[in-house]
């Protein structure tokens, strides 16, 4: 069975500090991706990574970096926060080659808060 | 500019009737379309996908329709159970592997 986790389910930090969420996956996954949702937006691809030490910009990179040293763990990084990024992060890894999109698989979520 | 739309914030349906959500898209490019379902505190889990090539696809209570030439899809749960109430997105992508792009998502409250 998949698993998707994601080191922390909430997170309060200020304006300016360096925020570190972190995903790892236990299937070997190549692809993963990290979207924030928020209310009437849909879930909005921030950055995503197809192997270790790659990664692509989605649709809303500013503000934000990732890292991919280990094929197991995907880092959402924001620089210095800001209270727009206050937000529900969803890390997501993709089963590679079963085919169709639905074999994704998305971890429980990091709800922060930026004050 | 959204992709991918769903023009319903929120629907409320009685147990036991059918719970219709729709969902536009505008990229022709789109080959699988997905409803993925999400409850408050967890992630979103994937529910029932379409391909390009068929109009239909069930799956128990679930079913999803699509039409292509009017760049719609629908998901129908028949009957509906309070289980149900959740955020539903409708989702595409141009490739399996591919990114997906997500709808804004519907909240589904099913009445008992």
């Known amino acids: 069975d998949v698993k998707v986790t994601q080191s922390s389910r909430y997170l309060v930090k200020r304006t300016g500090e360096k925020v570190f969420l972190e995903c790892v996956q236990d299937?070997?996954?190549?692809?993963m991706f990290w979207y924030r949702q928020d209310p009437g937006l849909g879930l909005r691809l921030i950055y995503f990574s197809y192997d270790v030490k790659m990664k692509e910009k989605g649709d809303i990179p500013e503000g934000y970096s990732v890292s991919r040293e280990k094929k197991e763990r995907f880092s959402l990084i924001l620089e210095s926060a800001s209270t727009n990024q206050t937000s529900m992060y969803l890390c997501a890894s993709v089963a590679p080659g079963e085919g169709l999109a639905g074999s994704w698989y998305f971890g429980p979520g990091t709800r922060l808060t930026v004050t | 500019d959204q992709q991918v739309k769903q023009n319903s914030p929120s629907l409320s349906v009685q147990e036991g009737r059918i719970s219709i959500l729709n969902c536009d898209y505008t990229n022709s490019m789109f080959d699988y379309f997905l409803w993925y379902k999400k409850y408050p505190a967890e992630g979103p889990t994937f529910l029932i996908s379409i391909s390009s090539i068929k109009d239909k696809n069930e799956d128990g209570r679930f079913t999803v329709f699509l039409n292509k030439s009017a760049k719609h899809l629908s998901l129908h749960i028949v009957p509906s159970q309070p289980g149900d109430s959740a955020v539903y997105f409708c989702a595409a992508c141009k490739t399996s592997y591919d990114k997906v792009i997500f709808g804004p998502g519907t909240s589904l409250s099913v009445i008992p």
């Open positions: 299937m070997d996954h190549e692809n």
